[in-house]
């Protein structure tokens, strides 16, 4: 008699589905060793690019484990604030660098790839098999509106340059020294979304917290929380992981561009986008394969309201101390299409509180296209 599958929880950790990543963990030293050899900057590229993948799973693990000991309204907290710190940290190590538009580049490929690519992942794959999934319109659709006037907001400062200045950047620029007047009204935009994004803390947290934190019911691998020494110990080092990774994946983004012939507006908006996001990206789409679309429409539409509302307006704060010059929230042409897009596109699909694989597929389908797009640019 043939023996039986061995269960999820009773498997070494590295053979679940989240333990993947952590294959990943011998790029590390890798990357380290051609940063200090002085290798083929592609190399140092791609490796440091692997190597952040299972950092950024680690900080998602500790921070998840430590917001399982924290309770509802603690971890809520944590989850948000930590949610988003890998592409955080890229990025201000591409401020400290002066290159601006890789920074934009990074933040508006987060945000479409949310939309387009994690949610089109999730619908499609979620809904093989289904006839048609199912999740909260209501939350979805207050994360999707406050993402559209998120969006709103930081697109105005480069509505303001096309008409009164001196027009909006080459995808191929590094970083333009706009005048003091759009970077005055970047600032106030940085401080009025993260007012805003301290609103939406109080609303999604305390006000309103049945809706954005339903019960949470146990998946059968799940096992003890990790203890809070241990969270906290793992989260620091997947911070010093992160922050050492993405030092050396920066410093080797001019060089790769030009020994690859891509921009750095490409790379930034497409893989940096992807390789800070890839652990999370792979837990939506997971999640929707087991009929969970309440939390992989989250995920993807959470994390995009946070990057518009509170990474962005860090950053412009963040480089007033750090860089050559304060950051303009200048996007070029092709950055402002796909950021009014993804809002759209987020709108429109969270209305009715139901997908379907062939939903996802056309929202896979507009990703590829705007990554075509942004190659070619």
């Known amino acids: 008699m043939p023996d039986e599958p061995t269960p999820q929880k009773d498997r070494p950790f590295l053979l679940t589905v989240s333990g993947w990543p952590y294959f990943l963990v011998p790029f590390i030293p890798i990357a380290i060793v051609l940063e200090f050899a002085h290798a083929n900057a592609v190399l140092i590229f791609a490796t440091s690019a692997l190597g952040v993948i299972p ?56 945000i479409v790839s949310n939309i387009l690519l994690v949610m089109g992942a999730s619908m499609f794959f979620g809904g093989l098999g289904r006839d048609r999934q199912r999740f909260n319109s209501v939350a979805a659709s207050a ?76 998946d059968e691998e799940e096992g003890e929380p990790w203890s809070v020494r241990k969270a906290v110990l793992a989260l620091a080092l997947a911070g010093v992981a992160v922050a050492g990774m993405s ?29 800070g996001n890839a652990a999370e990206h792979w837990v939506a789409v997971l999640v929707a394969r087991k009929d969970k679309m309440d939390l ?57 509180g139901e997908s379907t694989w062939f939903e996802g597929l056309q929202l896979l389908a507009v990703y590829a296209i705007i990554a075509v797009a942004f190659y070619v640019a």
């Open 247 to 275: 030092e050396i994946l920066v410093g080797s983004i001019s060089e790769t561009a030009q020994e690859a012939g891509i921009s750095e507006f490409f790379i930034g908006a497409i893989v940096v986008a992807i390789v």
């Open 55 to 110: 950092t950024a799973a680690l900080m998602g693990e500790a921070t998840e484990q430590l917001a399982a000991r924290s309770g509802p309204g603690i971890g809520g907290l944590l989850n948000v604030t930590f949610g988003n710190a890998p592409e955080l940290i890229i990025a201000l190590f591409a401020l400290d660098k002066g290159l601006h538009e890789v920074v934009k580049a990074s933040l508006v490929g987060s």
């Open 143 to 218: 994360q999707s509106s406050m993402l559209m006037l998120a969006i709103a907001a930081v697109v105005m400062p480069a509505v303001f340059e096309l008409v009164r200045g001196s027009g909006l950047p080459a995808p191929t620029a590094e970083r333009i020294n706009y005048d003091a007047s759009v970077e005055h009204l970047s600032l106030i935009t940085a401080l009025v979304l993260i007012g805003v994004y301290a609103g939406g803390l109080v609303f999604s947290l305390r006000t309103h917290r049945d809706l954005f934190n339903p019960p949470h019911v146990a």
């Open 296 to 352: 992989a429409v989250n995920i993807a539409i959470g994390s995009s309201a946070q990057i518009a509302l509170f990474v962005a307006p860090v950053l412009v704060l963040a480089s007033y101390v750090i860089g050559p010059w304060p950051l303009p929230l200048v996007f070029n042409g092709f950055e402002v299409a796909a950021l009014v897009l993804a809002a759209l596109i987020a709108n429109q699909v969270t209305q009715d």
